[in-house]
Each structure stands twice: as structure tokens, then as C-alpha cells.
T-cell receptor, first 115, second 113 residues
Framework: NAGVMQNPRHLVRRRGQEARLRCSPMKGHSHVYWYRQLPEEGLKFMVYLQKENIIDESGMPKERFSAEFPKEGPSILRIQQVVRGDSAAYFC?????????????FGEGSWLTVV | QQQVKQSPQSLIVQKGGISIINCAYENTAFDYFPWYQQFPGKGPALLIAIRPDVSEKKEGRFTISFNKSAKQFSLHIMDSQPGDSATYFCAASSSGGSYIPTFGRGTSLIVHP
């Protein structure tokens, strides 16, 4: 499967714990985007990364959230000290290059539930 | 500020009917307009996309109509089928910015048999 791979698909965390969501982009892709989806709120952009660089994190909450895309390995979205409001589906997407008109391909998502 | 406004929020259509979903944007720098289809428990998948140099693009039963002066674009699904029941998102991006697609809030389409 050469698609965007996300894991875990489902994650349950207690309030105050940490959540780590991983994303392996499509083969040959070096651009990764993270989106959060809440019911009836569509897809909210969080962060855009290239290998080893954060290009745009304007949609990411300033506290508790961080993202990385190391030279080797998957991109990771990290949520520290989770709260119930963090419960959502988190989607990763990748593209082969930046620039408008470049299709981004989504993974199947990671569903985070905070109890 | 919602840069891409999508309507309706939900839509019910009979099998064989036409489904129409509309989107309006504000940023005149947007120059790429894709539509995504999402089934429950799945990630969004690209359905069809258009650039502002054409007013219409058709792929099978799916057609995008684009009105640059009105800053509006719409998705038409002809001969709608129950298998088309899904959530549809319009999006827009700009080659003059950071290229990050901005999405509408989505339309939940139900096609009754």
C-alpha cells in the first residue's frame, strides 16, 4: 500500500496524558499536512511540514501541540496533557511538492478520544 | 474568518436525481479548487478539481461549475446513486501563498434508493 499511512487508527487517552499520532507520507512525498476534523466543523488546518522543517503552523494551538517531520521516519503530531476538547479525528495528508494545484492525499485518520 | 463557505450543510436526494453543492470564496488569490469525498471512518479522497481558467470540468457523473466573477464554484452529481452518499468538501488554495488548501465545512449527502 503506497498510500498515506496513519497510526494508530484509534487512540484513547485519559485527561492529562500524551497522545502521539504518526503519519508516513505517500512514497516519494516530502510535504506533510495535518488537519483536525470535528463533527460539523469540516477540516481545520493545523500544520504544514517538509522534511526537518515546519513551514506553516498557523493552525496549531500554541500550547500542548507540536509536530515534527524528521529526516528519517514518520511525521509525528504530539498532544501533551490532553483535554476532552482534543477529542477529534486527526488527518494527515501528503503531496509530492508544494505549490497550488498539487493534489494532497489524505490518510485514513487517527481518532483520538479523551476520557 | 471562514474563507470558503459551503452550502447546504446537508442534502437529501432521490436516486437518479441531481445533487448540487455550492461553495463561495473570498480570497481572489485562490487558483485551485478541488472537491473531496469522504465516507464514514475514512479519509477524504480527491474527487475532481478545477482551475479558474475554465468555467466547467466534467468527469463522469461529476461536474464542477466555476464562476470567477462571483467567486463561486459548485459540484453537480448527475444521476445520483446511493453509493454517492458521503460528505463532500470543497477546498481552495493559492499559488501565491503557502499553498495550503482551505476547506469548506462539508456537505452530508444522502441519496435515497
Amino acid at each position: 500500500n503506497a498510500g498515506v499511512m496513519q497510526n494508530p487508527r484509534h487512540l484513547v487517552r485519559r485527561r492529562g496524558q500524551e497522545a502521539r499520532l504518526r503519519c508516513s507520507p505517500m512514497k516519494g512525498h516530502s510535504h506533510v499536512y495535518w488537519y483536525r476534523q470535528l463533527p460539523e466543523e469540516g477540516l481545520k488546518f493545523m500544520v504544514y511540514l517538509q522534511k526537518e522543517n515546519i513551514i506553516d503552523e498557523s493552525g496549531m494551538p500554541k500550547e500542548r501541540f507540536s509536530a515534527e517531520f524528521p529526516k528519517e521516519g514518520p511525521s509525528i503530531l504530539r498532544i501533551q496533557q490532553v483535554v476532552r476538547g482534543d477529542s477529534a479525528a486527526y488527518f494527515c495528508a501528503s503531496s509530492g511538492r508544494g505549490g497550488s494545484g498539487n493534489t494532497i492525499y489524505f490518510g485514513e485518520g487517527s481518532w483520538l478520544t479523551v476520557v | 474568518q471562514q474563507q470558503v463557505k459551503q452550502s447546504p450543510q446537508s442534502l437529501i436526494v432521490q436516486k437518479g436525481g441531481i445533487s448540487i453543492i455550492n461553495c463561495a470564496y473570498e480570497n481572489t488569490a485562490f487558483d485551485y479548487f478541488p472537491w473531496y469525498q469522504q465516507f464514514p471512518g475514512k479519509g477524504p479522497a480527491l474527487l475532481i478539481a478545477i482551475r479558474p481558467d475554465v468555467s466547467e470540468k466534467k468527469e463522469g457523473r461529476f461536474t464542477i461549475s466555476f464562476n470567477k466573477s462571483a467567486k463561486q464554484f459548485s459540484l453537480h452529481i448527475m444521476d445520483s446513486q446511493p453509493g454517492d452518499s458521503a460528505t463532500y468538501f470543497c477546498a481552495a488554495s493559492s499559488s501565491g501563498g503557502s499553498y495550503i488548501p482551505t476547506f469548506g465545512r462539508g456537505t452530508s449527502l444522502i441519496v435515497h434508493p
